[in-house]
């Protein structure tokens, strides 16, 4: 799962880290994320990462994102999956 990222948030995680020998997810320089890393104590309403994500839209801000499965292996929480990474 964490090689191909359906979570935008997890995928924007990936592209920002550095690894000896290994290009960043998609070649080039490591991306940093921008916004505001959720507080775990208490954390913001809808999705936990809308404040981080860069597809967040409204519905990430008020509604929980339930478990959507990919695959039977593979499953995200997120309303707008990233199913061709």
Partial sequence: ??????????????????????????????????GDAPDPLDPP???????????AIERCVQEDPGVTFLTPEHSTRCHLPLFDT
Avoid: D, E, K, N
């Fill in 1 to 34: 799962a964490f090689r191909h990222p359906a979570h935008p948030y997890t995928a924007a995680l990936r592209a920002s880290m550095l690894v000896p020998g290994v290009a960043p997810l998609g070649g080039g320089y490591a991306t940093a994320i921008r």
């Fill in 45 to 55: 309403s809808g999705c936990r990462f809308h404040t981080r994500c860069p597809y």
